[in-house]
């Protein structure tokens, strides 16, 4: 290969970047949030946001294929429905399988806080999800 | 299909959830007062680059190959389609390859490869006499043949078969009276269905007890395609066939697949041996010399063909010693003695066809491989063309980031798309071919039936094979393409000064290949027309031209035996006294229809030990004027020459000479060898006439002796008149018709024209000659397609030179030549190859030329010059276009 070749850049998505800074994280949220039961797209987004006190917003590009990769690994289920205002949406429920995800993930979530935070010096405190 | 509908319907879903969620946002934005525009604008900003989002959101389902594999495919296919000219050629080119290839490979698999459709045919063996030309009598059929008397024997003693059986295929007739029809009927022993393993779909087959001597007309079993034809597929069994004028009851029914022994016919009736004497006048089942039966057996496991060929050499001198009858020729009982069976393979049945189309049909097979090489060769250098075209857009692929591997798998997919539409095409050429072959092979009287396969194997390699040759050289340069540094490529991309000269290399091999391989089949195509020509115009010694052949059966009138004479002379003038027929002979040998009857003679008070060959024709008066056979010495025969006169015949000039007699033949007297049906007998020569051919146009002419029909005391209840008009032959034919209603409705007519007979012997040939023709002839045309596309390539690059020439000041004239220069250079190389190569190819041939040599230097050279003129036009077009630009306009092209 000759050495003066441009390497051809990679189709590359800043998106998929931060996916993988939350991966995990972010799933954790989403099967949180589908506990209190289905959700569409948007209604989720809304929710982490509001829960958050509009500190964590889940932006399209990195909840859409989070939900998608939720759905292709049985976690969630989807069917479309209608909203309140008479849209067609997509809503998103939680499965048994995604239960048992999420109970695992929290565990998981709650293992690396409290490591952290022992690493960090800070006391634990427990916080409600 | 449901799987590619839901991949459409999911994606369409995704569009409608992100539409969705878009709708959500903007309208809970308008709900907290955010004016319209405004929130449009907001929610667009938060959401980003929304197709992108799908894609990635898609991704995670990993399916994204699947989307872009669809994508590049219709990609391909814009691009396919807006070079038409280039998609048609490339399509056109793999269809002929895969098409010829596939029926002449069928029709050679049908013919020579198949197994016969029954069970385990592999352990089936023919039987048949070692020595068959020292038999003397009656030979019915070009496959080994046995007396009824030798089938007895082996059916009681039939060792190392497990089960053996007789067939012999034959007409019935189902007219009564009028125009003659009829049925492709099979004589079968009791055993013939059970031995090959056939069942029937209805009712039963024969079984042993069908089939005993003196059992009368015991039903008939019918093939499923008669069935088709006669009773429409409903009800048969029971029903009543007239065959040879005696009532018949179906009673079961092949399966379709089944079409008999002999490949190529098939046969409609099937019914047992023992019936032979109910359904003809004469039978055949207690003679030594009427060689009527076939035979088949299925060895019995453990035994080998070999053992049992050689036990049967053991039992041979018992069968043939209790199965000599009175009626055998004294002289000859020796050699019968001594005659001995074998056997031979024969699970791929027996064929006529086999023999006569095996070595054409290999022919052509090869012929047909060359045509897939050009036509790889032509694809390739289409191929190279298109992709080398297009390393400019590549390179600007590549520069705004396309990936190196989707470029290649762009090319790749358009390869695909080719040679997918190319074999599909092929696959319907070659179902047209393979019916318009068998159609060719069809002649009125001999129905050619034969079991086409598309055989998936062969069309998958040739898809491979086109495949490889679209993927290779499409693939080749798009690899160079995808490694050149982009900026390099669009530098030279243009119209360079002096780019592209190394790469006209390799299309100038494939050039040249074409060239070569083209010769060599326009060389086959040019001698095998030579040699039907030749075989056409060859005069066999008589007109053929102007005479029909009428075949006559009034057996259904029931003459007997000795008035048979008298009926045919006053039939014969009747047909005289037409007024449009000049002429009218009957013989019992129609010539060159590859019918024949020979007998030993010598002359008589020389010693019977000095016997020569001779052939005979039994003939009315005037055969001689019908076909306008010269008579050079002596009479012809007339109304003098009866039953009571002394035997006399008219012989040929090569008969003369045979015997020594020199001029003087009128008069001499020869003797006839002893035949099963008649005795020693001495003739008087009285005329002598030109030599003419006998049975075949290739054979040469060989000794004829004429003898009177009117001095026959056996004559038959069929006749075959020759006549002679100078009127059309329909308008003949109708009044023949005619005359022959007038005098019974009970007399069966059939009519054939002379050279339409002759014409249909050369089969062989003509099919040889017009495929060849066919494949010469595409050739050729890939050739100038391929060479045209060579020359408008390098034309197209040497623009900017060409510009700079002319601008230099070099003539239009100056330009052609240096362009043809290239062109003449190749084909020079190809045609010097394609010569020796085609000298090489035609002794391969040389069994299947008549009157002309394999490596005929007459031919070569027009084969040469007809190629050379052709691709000299196909390469001045691109010159002349060359010559006609504008040094301006060309120079600043860049």
Partial sequence: MPTSMKKPAEKASPYQNRIELLQGTLDMLILQTLQWGPQHGYGISQAIRTRSGDVLQVETGSLYPALHRLERQGWVHSEWKLTESNQRARYYRITATGKKQLASDHGRWQQMVEAIGAIMGIEPERSEP | ?894
């Fill in chain 2, 1 to 894: 299909m449901s799987w590619w509908q839901f991949f459409a319907r999911w994606r369409s879903d995704l569009d409608e959830e992100i539409e969705a969620q878009i709708h959500m946002a903007v309208r809970d934005r308008v709900e907290r007062g955010v004016p319209l525009e405004q929130a449009r604008v907001a929610v667009a900003k938060e959401f980003g680059n929304v197709p992108l989002v799908m894609d990635v959101t898609r991704a995670m389902w990993g399916w994204e190959w699947l989307e872009r594999a669809s994508q590049d495919l219709k990609y391909a296919l814009r691009r396919l389609i807006k070079a038409p000219g280039f998609t048609i050629a490339a399509v056109a080119t793999l269809a002929l390859g895969i098409g010829a290839n596939t029926a002449i490979f069928e029709l050679l698999d049908a013919v020579l490869l198949q197994s016969l459709p029954v069970k385990n045919p592999q352990q089936l063996a023919e039987v048949h006499v070692v020595d068959m030309d020292k038999a003397r009598g009656s030979v019915f059929s070009g496959y080994p043949v046995v007396t009824n008397l030798i089938w007895e024997k082996l059916r009681e003693d039939h060792q190392g078969f497990s089960g053996i059986a007789a067939w012999r295929d034959t007409q019935f007739s189902r007219d009564s009276g009028g125009n003659a029809r009829f049925v492709n009927g099979l004589w079968v022993s009791g055993d013939f269905f059970r031995v090959l393993g056939v069942p029937p779909i209805q009712g039963r087959v024969f079984t042993v007890e069908d089939d005993r001597r003196g059992c009368g007309l015991p039903g008939a079993v019918i093939s499923y395609g008669f069935w088709q034809q006669e009773f429409g597929g409903g009800p048969a069994l029971g029903r009543k066939l007239l065959l040879n004028d005696k009532p018949v009851e179906v009673i079961g029914i092949t399966p379709s697949s089944f079409f008999g022994v002999a490949v190529g016919r098939s046969f409609d009736v099937a019914v047992p041996v023992c019936s032979q004497p109910y359904r003809e006048t004469r039978s055949l089942l207690d003679s030594s010399t009427e060689w009527w039966l076939s035979l088949i057996g299925r060895l019995d496991p453990g035994w080998s063909v070999k053992q049992v060929a050689a036990y049967l050499g053991a039992i041979s001198p018992g069968i043939f010693a209790s199965t000599l009858r009175p009626d055998y020729p004294v002289e000859s009982v020796k050699d019968y003695l001594a005659m001995k069976l074998t056997a031979a393979p024969s699970a791929a049945g027996v064929s006529m066809l086999r023999e006569t189309y095996s070595d054409p049909l290999k022919f052509l097979l090869g012929i047909s491989g060359f045509v897939l090489l050009i036509t790889c060769a032509n694809l390739a250098s289409l191929m190279l063309a298109r992709t080398s075209a297009r390393e400019r857009e590549m390179a600007v692929r590549l520069a705004i980031g396309a990936g190196r591997w989707r470029l290649i798998w762009q090319v790749l997919s358009e390869s695909l798309l080719l040679s997918l539409a190319g074999a599909l095409a092929g696959a319907a050429l070659a179902r047209m071919l393979s019916h318009g072959l068998v159609a060719y092979l069809n002649t009125k009287d001999d129905a050619v039936t034969l079991d086409f396969k598309l055989d998936c194997r062969l069309f998958a390699f040739l898809l491979a094979v086109s495949l490889v040759t679209c993927v290779l050289f499409g693939l080749a340069p798009a690899l160079r393409a995808s490694r050149t540094t982009p900026g390099a490529a669009m530098k030279t991309g243009g119209h360079g000064m002096t780019a592209g000269r190394g790469r006209l290399g390799f299309r100038g091999v494939l050039v040249v290949s074409q060239v070569a391989l083209s010769l060599v089949l326009l060389f086959s195509a040019l001698l095998f027309t030579e040699s039907l020509r030749n075989l056409l115009l060859n005069d066999p010694g008589f007109r053929t031209d102007g005479v029909l052949i009428a075949a006559l059966d009034f057996t259904r009138l029931q003459i007997p035996v000795e008035r048979r004479g008298a009926f045919q002379r006053q039939l014969l003038d009747r047909i005289r006294a037409i007024p449009s027929v000049d002429a009218a002979a009957d013989t019992n040998v129609v010539p060159l229809s590859g019918a024949g009857w020979g007998n030993t003679v010598w002359i008589d008070g020389h010693d019977s030990t000095q016997r020569h060959d001779s052939n005979f024709s039994a003939v009315s008066s005037d055969y001689f004027k019908t076909l306008r056979i010269p008579i050079v010495a002596g009479r012809d025969f007339n109304d003098r020459d009866t039953t009571q006169s002394p035997r006399v015949a008219v012989v040929n000039e090569t008969f003369a000479r045979k015997l020594g007699l020199g001029a003087n033949a009128v008069g001499a007297r020869f003797w006839r060898e002893a035949t099963p049906s008649s005795p020693e007998e001495l003739n008087e020569i009285v005329g002598v006439v030109k030599d003419t051919k006998y049975r075949h146009i290739r054979r040469p002419a060989g000794a004829i002796a004429y003898l009177a029909l009117s001095q026959d005391k056996d004559a038959e209840s069929t006749m075959r008149i020759l006549v002679r008009s100078g009127l059309p032959m329909d308008a003949v034919e109708q009044a023949i018709r005619r005359t022959i209603r007038e005098v019974s409705s009970g007399i069966s007519f059939d009519f054939t024209g002379l050279q339409e007979q002759i014409r249909q012997s050369l089969l062989a040939e003509r099919l040889l000659a017009t495929l060849s023709g066919f494949f010469g002839a595409l050739a050729v045309v890939l050739a100038m397609i391929g060479l045209y596309g060579v020359m408008s390539y390098t034309v197209a690059e040497r623009t900017n030179e060409i510009g700079i020439r002319m601008a230099l000041g070099a003539g239009r004239a100056n330009v052609i030549v240096m362009i043809l220069g290239k062109a003449v250079r190749m084909l020079v190389v190809g045609l010097v190859l394609g010569a020796g190569l085609s000298l090489a190819a035609a002794s391969a041939a040389s069994a299947m030329l008549f009157g002309l040599k394999p490596r005929d230097p007459a031919t070569l050279a027009l084969a040469t010059v007809l190629l050379a003129v052709v691709a000299l036009a196909a390469s001045y077009l691109p010159a002349r276009r060359g010559s006609k630009l504008d040094p301006i306009a060309s120079l600043r092209e860049e």
